[in-house]
């Protein structure tokens, strides 16, 4: 069982430019998460889908990001005209879990670097 | 609104010493979930352990251990022995629950404990 991956790795793009991420989840996990991590600071919530569902989105996602899961399994995420404030590590996880809470633990994948220029 | 507040920055020891890492939480939430990760060099976030607000009781695995208290909203981490491969940021973490123990999705972050353990 391989556990979260992302693609790619790192990402160098110019203030302006439209990048996308890729998130494969944990086979089988049924929720995913995008998180973002700036230099000291703990990962901040983005948004977060079960299923194919996107059930919440933070006030940090702004009207240039999109995520979408179309079937489920992988998720993209989206950011249009970048801007330098948007250079941050970006996070994926993915988690198990029953509707009573059990097995919500969140497992991450390296994450996707991105610096604007 | 929630809110975890990781007491220390960064704290340094001398290998084999013992170091408790502080966490402190805010929530209005009945039911909640509290969690400690690990993120080393390398960048990747390991997760550690998760406890529910339901259940009280201290955890140890091995050189870690976790005293969870409810009284006092706080969830501190202490790494016994300390190694070298224990040198990494650690993020204490906290996410809301509904009735049913029901779970609700994001996770809050703490800003985070620089560990540096000193051969």
Redesign the interface.
């Known amino acids: 069982d391989t556990g979260v991956s992302q693609d790619p790795r790192h990402k160098i793009t110019k203030r302006g430019q439209n990048v996308t991420f890729r998130c494969d989840p944990i086979s089988e996990h049924n929720?995913l998460?995008w998180?973002r991590q700036t230099l000291?600071?703990?990962?901040?919530?983005l948004t977060?889908f079960?299923n194919e569902a996107q059930?919440?989105k933070?006030r940090l996602l702004s009207d240039r990001f999109s995520a979408e899961r179309p079937k489920g399994s992988f998720s993209t995420l989206e950011i249009q005209r970048t801007e330098q404030g948007d250079s941050a590590?970006y996070?994926c996880?993915s988690s198990d879990?029953l509707?009573?809470?059990?097995y919500?633990?969140?497992?991450?994948?390296?994450?996707t670097r991105l610096t604007v220029l | 609104a929630q809110k975890v507040t990781q007491v220390q920055t960064e704290i340094s020891v001398v290998e084999k010493e013992d170091v408790t890492l502080d966490c402190v939480y805010e929530t209005r939430d009945t039911t909640y979930y509290l969690f400690w990760y690990k993120q080393p060099p390398s960048g990747e976030l390991v997760f550690l352990i998760r406890r529910n607000s339901f259940d009280e009781q201290n955890e140890i695995s091995g050189r870690y251990s976790w005293n969870f208290q409810k009284s006092t909203s706080s969830f501190n981490f202490t790494i016994t022995a300390s190694q070298v491969v224990d040198s990494a940021v650690y993020f204490c973490a906290l996410r809301g629950g509904g009735a049913g123990g029901t779970s609700y999705g994001k996770l809050t972050f703490g800003q985070g404990t620089i560990l540096t353990v000193h051969p």
């Open positions: 929720r998460y998180y000291g600071q703990g990962p901040e919530f977060y079960q059930l919440e933070s590590m996070l996880a879990e509707a009573d809470g059990s919500n633990e969140q497992f991450f994948g390296p994450g």
